[in-house]
């Protein structure tokens, strides 16, 4: 696979997990709508890195590990570099029943509106920088 390819790859997940985060806010699945969020933020910035670095991504889902080896996170401003921490925390691949129950919580309909929008900010903004 070419880096353009590998790049597109990216882009193709992280917009169908956008849509699937949209469907969850639709079905008021709150902490997936957090997790898909999550999802596309870290597809994204792995297309970024696909596009800017030699190497492969790793196999990460921190947002902040991913920003900073693309060299994507000094050129962030402060509210985008919040956002990451934030939606960070929503990466629920691995997490136990009482965790995903303390993290659902934190969600509320309008809060996870919220984190879509940011999500398709920042996603437009990395996309921009390709």
């Known amino acids: 696979m070419t880096r353009e390819e590998q790049v597109q790859y990216w882009l193709d997940i992280a917009d169908y997990d956008l849509d699937t985060a949209e469907a969850m806010h639709q079905t008021a699945r709150w902490l997936y709508v957090a997790f898909m969020c999550h999802q596309v933020i870290e597809k994204t910035l792995k297309a970024y890195w696909c596009s800017s670095q030699l190497s492969d991504p790793p196999y990460t889902h ?17 509210n985008q570099r919040d956002f990451l921490d934030i939606i960070t925390n929503y990466n ?36 921009d920088k390709l």
């Not at 921190?62 to 402060?78: E, N, P, T």
């Not at 965790?99 to 903004?125: A, G, M």
């Open 92 to 127: 629920i691949e691995a997490r136990y029943p009482e965790d995903k129950e303390s993290l659902s919580r934190t969600l509320s309909p309008q809060f996870c509106r919220q984190i879509i929008d940011e999500t398709k900010q920042l996603q437009q903004w990395i996309k």
């Open 62 to 78: 921190s947002h902040q590990r991913l920003a900073y080896g693309s060299g994507l996170y000094d050129q962030m401003d402060d």
